[in-house]
């Protein structure tokens, strides 16, 4: 089927652009975007994903105002006949203009949340590491990934109630990726099941200062070594300095004595060039994004076909504890940073999961 992505010049394979190069399932194609705010009055984190080999498209938004009340709204469909529409239902994507603005919108729908918001780049885009696992003979990995740290602009509204984003308090980090990953969804029944590790943690972050800005990614075994430590120190647009690459990567988190959630931490980053930045940070509100498909959340899990049109939406009051262990488990965070004197603004997401002696879990 021929869209209009075909009439640009940057085919890269003997087919149109509906389809990908490999007929895996897994292969995922994702856009998330996370909306901070200095005060800490709300984060909203907002996703996209296309699913080719599927035939899905799935999108989310997820807010949470005032670290009280979750508001999420889901939605799939069916990807072709349009696959060159980047819209799921009332949610829609634009880039007015590449690798510097998108746009995203949610359109009025029966939950209460709607939106309109731009992210403007402030500084580049970079490139992580690309991510390849084979696990028994099997690609369960091959992904490429970039993110970029920018501001906000536009309005959200809930509930009858408006915020607006000031690009001056608003800060963003997003993030694209496509390939073949794991998903949400349950694993095909011909295939074997997953081995869970005796103990990981992932942890990933993209950092904004006035001068400078930084992103990583790590994975970690609960014996301390690192699968994946990827990630880069950047300066804004028009400073004429090139990005230099994070050589290590090392971390001291602390976490609610409850459950597995940050409370506050410290980063040492390391660069090629021997640039070293040290820093401590406190969370300001953050986004359950299991909610919103990452893990199977009140019978939604993205890549799962939920028909050709499907919606919903819920709220969750967050003061309650059984409701909030119920809904964290992959949370981003919107942090105020700090770097000796400097301040700065980030989001923030993390997963440990089995033993971790290091920070006091021992198992599952």
């Known amino acids: 089927m021929l869209t209009k992505y075909d009439e640009f010049l940057c085919h890269q ?11 895996a399932r897994e292969w995922t194609e994702r856009v998330i975007l996370h909306f901070g705010e200095t005060s800490g009055k709300f984060h909203l984190s907002v996703g996209l994903g296309f699913y080719p080999n599927r035939n899905i498209s799935d999108a989310f938004a997820v807010l949470n105002v005032d670290r009280k009340t979750l508001y999420v709204v889901r939605a799939s469909r069916a990807l072709r006949p349009r696959p060159d529409e980047v819209a799921v239902g009332p ?6 203009e590449p690798l510097r603005r998108v746009h995203c919108r949610l359109d009025e729908n029966p939950h209460g949340l709607t939106y309109d918001v731009a992210f403007d780049g402030i500084m580049p885009a970079s490139e992580e590491d690309a991510q390849f696992t084979r696990h028994k ?3 369960i990995e091959n992904v490429q990934r970039y993110v970029q740290a920018g501001r906000g602009s536009g309005r959200i509204t809930f509930e009858g109630n408006t915020i607006t984003l000031d690009p001056r308090t608003c800060f963003v980090g997003r993030d694209h990726s496509w ?3 794991r998903t949400g969804a349950e694993q095909e029944a011909m295939v074997e099941p997953p081995e869970w590790p005796a103990g990981h943690l992932y942890s990933w972050g993209v950092f904004q200062f006035e001068q400078w800005g930084a992103a990583y990614h790590i994975r970690e075994g609960w014996d301390g070594t690192q699968s994946l430590a990827s990630g880069a120190i950047f300066h804004p647009y028009g400073s004429g300095r090139p990005e230099v690459r994070l050589a290590k990567i090392e971390h001291d ?8 959630k940050i409370a506050s931490g410290r980063l040492v980053l390391t660069a090629t060039d021997g640039t070293r930045k040290e820093l401590t940070f406190r969370p300001l509100n953050y986004a359950c994004i299991t909610t919103g498909g990452y893990q199977n959340f ?19 009051d967050l003061t309650d504890d059984k409701v909030l262990k119920e809904a964290s488990f992959l949370d981003d965070e ?5 770097c000796g004197d400097e301040v700065g603004y980030g989001v923030f997401e993390q997963v440990v999961v089995g033993k971790y ?4 879990f021992q198992g599952y």
């Open 253 to 260: 988190f602390k976490f609610r004595p409850d459950m597995r």
């Open 179 to 181: 390939g073949v990953r």
């Open 137 to 139: 003979g099997r690609v």
């Open 13 to 23: 394979t003997p087919t149109t652009f509906d389809h990908v190069e490999t007929s």
């Open 91 to 96: 949610f829609s994507y634009d880039v007015p």
């Open 357 to 360: 002696p290091r920070y006091g």
């Open 298 to 316: 009140r019978g939604f899990v993205h890549g799962h076909w939920m028909g050709s049109e499907w919606i919903d939406g819920f709220n969750l």
């Open 334 to 338: 919107s942090l105020e940073l700090r």
